[in-house]
DNA sequence: ACCCAGGGTCATA
DNA sequence: TATGACCATGGG
C-alpha cells in the first residue's frame, strides 16, 4: 500500500505527464480555441453565458449580434428591455433565459461599481458574487475567473470529468469542488496561464473526435491516449 | 426524424 | 446529495 504522501505525487506525475502530452499535440497558444471576435473581458462573460448547452459555433454569432448592436456591454444590457436583448441572441438558443441571465450578469458588474472593480476583487469574493448571480453556475463562474480575471481556477466540465475518470484519475465524490480541488491541489506548481491552457486543451482533446471513444483508438490525437497509460 | 451542444434553475425524493 | 423536466436554436 502507498503512502499517502507517494499517491499524491504519483497524481502529480501522471497529470504532469498528461498536459505534457496535450501541449505537445495543441501548443501553448491558449486563444488559438477562443477565436479572434473575443477581445476582452466583457466578450468572455457574454460568452460564458451564451454558451450554455450550446455549441460556440452559435455563441460566436450571438456575441457579434450583441456587438454590432452596441449591447456587449452592462449598462447597455440594463438600459435594453429583456425581449430586445433575447432577440439579438436568439441564435444561441434558449434566448430568453439567457437574456435575463446576461441582465442578470449585468446587475452584477454594475452593483461591484464596473467590470474592472468586479474582476479586481478577492477570488473567494468573485466567486461568491458570481454563484449568486442567476444564470451563472460553478463552471461559468470558474470559466469567468479564470479567462476574464486570470485568476489561478480550474474549471471543471463534463469532458474534464469523463476524461479523467478514463485513465482512473479524479476525487472520491463526483462533486465540482472535489473536482476543482482535486487539480488546484496535484498541480501547485502551474499558474493561472497554466491553467487556461490545460481547460483548452481538454476540450480541445475532447472535440478531437473523441466522443465515439474516448481517450482510446480511433481518433486523430490517439497517440496521446496511447502514451498516458489507458 | 432524431440527437447533441463547453449549463443552470427549479422541483422532487 | 442526486436525479429529472425544462429551456429552444442550429448542425450533423
Given amino acids: 500500500m502507498m503512502s499517502e504522501v507517494a499517491t499524491a505525487r504519483r497524481t502529480t506525475e501522471r497529470l504532469a505527464a498528461i ?15 477562443m477565436p479572434d471576435y473575443v477581445r476582452g473581458p466583457m466578450d468572455v462573460i457574454a460568452g460564458a453565458v451564451l454558451v450554455q448547452h450550446t455549441n460556440w459555433r452559435n455563441a460566436e454569432r450571438a456575441l457579434e449580434s450583441l456587438r454590432a448592436a452596441g449591447a456587449l456591454d ?7 428591455p429583456e425581449p430586445a436583448l433575447a432577440e439579438l441572441i436568439r441564435v444561441s438558443g434558449t434566448p430568453s433565459i439567457k437574456a435575463r441571465r446576461l441582465r442578470a450578469v449585468a446587475d ?23 454563484l449568486a448571480t ?3 453556475g460553478a463552471e461559468t463562474a470558474d470559466g469567468i ?8 481556477v480550474f474549471v471543471i466540465d463534463a469532458y474534464t470529468k469523463r476524461m ?7 476525487p472520491q465524490g463526483e462533486g465540482y469542488e472535489a473536482w476543482r480541488g482535486f487539480f488546484e491541489d496535484a498541480l501547485p506548481s502551474a499558474d493561472a496561464t497554466a491553467f487556461q ?31 498516458v497509460g489507458v
Fill in 19 to 33: 498536459f505534457g502530452l496535450l501541449g505537445e499535440v495543441y501548443g501553448d497558444d491558449v486563444w488559438h480555441w
Fill in 197 to 227: 491552457r490545460y481547460h483548452a486543451w481538454i476540450v480541445l482533446h475532447a472535440k478531437a473526435r473523441c466522443r465515439a471513444r474516448p481517450l482510446c483508438g480511433g481518433c486523430p490525437v490517439a497517440e496521446v491516449c496511447a502514451r
Fill in 108 to 130: 452584477a458588474i454594475a452593483a461591484a461599481g464596473g467590470l474592472e472593480a468586479l474582476l479586481a476583487l478577492p477570488l473567494e469574493e468573485l466567486r461568491a458574487r458570481l
Fill in 164 to 170: 479523467f475518470r478514463r485513465v482512473g484519475l479524479g
Fill in 74 to 80: 452592462a449598462s447597455a444590457m440594463l438600459a435594453m
Fill in 134 to 136: 442567476h444564470g451563472v
Fill in 145 to 152: 475567473a479564470l479567462y476574464a480575471a486570470g485568476r489561478r
